[in-house]
């Protein structure tokens, strides 16, 4: 037989053959190399199976056996009790389910599988109740030193084929496999050789080993990331010099003098972070991140002022036109007696309008522009950019950070509008410097916050809101969304919502209702008469998650509550922590469900977006959290963000080292910075050279 190399296809390696080949090449896999890269989805620990002889009561805990019996009977009140028999060896054990009749089917005679659990003593012998199930393959036998690798597989393969296929691949050519990180970087990660690694994934023998390689292999997915990260941020500051726009006590204190408050700590160290970066001609690159109402759109707003002091255009840009009205409503009143030249540019502007407002930016008329992705198209020309702030919201994304037209390359300073985890923070935003406010603005306090359950309950709340009204504040209910056409019975849509409560709850009380659907002029009207307080209760869908700010808007009621995000329900909640009286929030739900549940107590216990930031995204996951479940693929091959948070810190502090000596350009990081171009070169727009 002839050598097997990396570059051998399957069907010729033995237990390979043409129709087997045909199966592997569905899960894309047609070299010997394909297998070594094709890594198990997760082990299975055999060498922790204990016998019935030794299982304690009360702790999870795993058995392995062969069906023997089953059978599934109707108990009193229309409930059934489905039970399996399980041949352990030395003794049997029992596995139940209350109401799960397809469990008979999906369990077979002969079949060889493991429950995992918490046992408990039933009439002689050991009961599982719903324990987990793994099923084995015949083979799967802790000949091996019990420790088994899964993979994914495809209808025809079977597990053992595909395991006997890798191991030949692995004992082969996983030697020939060349390593791409220089020995001072393993040393550092403490990472085994490339070809360990793969033995050890694939062959492990014993759980820690399996831990070992895998690490070696997050760790590479994990620095590779960052390393382009790096390699991006140093782009950017190669793209050009920003204007160094230099700051002196005077125009500090102009600047200063337009706010009716004094800044915080937190506020102060985040203009110190960015006049700093703004003096040099590096354009800054940097992500502000605070709670909600912390004050980071004062800091964005002193930030652009300085750049028009220093005699450069400065531009915001907002993910919705909503937004985008809002920070224009904001900026406008405080610069009012000033002669700053300033307009908002939106899609919604007339084409005469719009020919205007372009004309005058791109003749370096205007100073300091507020707007939507309408200021990225390529008429708009800015002149004498020096500061581009972009309210970012998850919206935009490393790959698609917004580019605006113009000479140089300006200072850029993104904002969130909720807190995120520190390690989607290190994937989503690696690319920049984080300046983060920890503080919030005086007199604020945290927002009251009760989940209302019962009839009952929700009878005490209307009547709190009612006196509270009375009083003179004034109150949001939040309603999923408009009526529409799939609304089912149990849809509370803002318009029926609103006739509903105007009927009843609310009568008596003058009560708007607003929603993304209303003509902008209409909704601005509302918008305006709530503002001023003509307004007592406001409908509304989440339109108003983002962009309104009434000080005497103190109540909320979130109908449906579980069907919104932790990190949502925070943010809708800020809208009511803004003035000098107490916040109460409602989360109307009924939900049983237990995420639901989990999500909703969250936000009864902490008002700290931080905390409720790492809360979601151990609910959620990294996907929903940043929206790239909709928006594409993760960048990431092997690592979880869920799990290998540790890690990513790791990668993150060796990437910084890396780039900051400049070690990529030696020769001995030539494979590693290959790999890297390859992978993300074109995404991330990196130069191939330098
Ligand atoms: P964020 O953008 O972080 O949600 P904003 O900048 O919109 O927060 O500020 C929220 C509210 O707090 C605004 O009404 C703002 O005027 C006010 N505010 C901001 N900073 C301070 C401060 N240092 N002292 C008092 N009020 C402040
Ligand atoms: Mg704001």
Redesign the pocket.
Known sequence: MNRITLQTELQYLPGGGPRRAELLAKLGLHTASDLLWYLPRDVLDLTEVRAPGELVEGEVQTVRGVVVDRDARQLRGGRTLTAVLLDCGSDYVRGVWFNQPWMLQRLQDGQNLLFSGKPRRHQARWEFSHPRIQYLDPEDTASDGGVIPKYRLTEGLQLHELRNLIRTAVEECAGSVEEWLPEDVRSRLQVAEISTALRQVHLPRSSAEYESGRRRLVLDDLLEFQLALGLRRRAWQDRGAAPALQASAKIDARIRRL?P????AG?DQAIAEIVADMGREHPMHRLLQ??????????AIYSMLLSVAAGFQSVLMAPTEVLAAQHWE?IDELLEESRVERLLLTGSLSAAQRREAVDRINRGEVQLVVGTQALIQSDVVFPRLGLAVIDEQHKFGVEQRARFSGGGAPHVLV?TATPIPRSLCLTQYGDLDLTVIRDM??GRRPVTTHRVQSRAQQQKAWEFLRKQVRAGRQAYVICPRVESESATARDAAAEKVYDYLSRTELSGFRVALIHGRMERDERSRVMGAFRDSEINVLVSTTVVEVGV?V?NATLMVVLQAERYGLAQLHQLR?RIA?GLHQGYCFLFSDSESEDALERLAALESTADGFEIAEKDFELRGPGDVLGTRQHGESPLRVADLSTDADLLEEAHAVAAQVIDAGSLSHADFAPLRRRVLQRFGRAFDLPQTG
């Open positions: 706010f408050f004094r800044f915080t506020q605070a709670d909600v109402g912390a004050g980071k759109t004062v800091v904001t904002m603005p005086p700010d000080p800020g803004r």
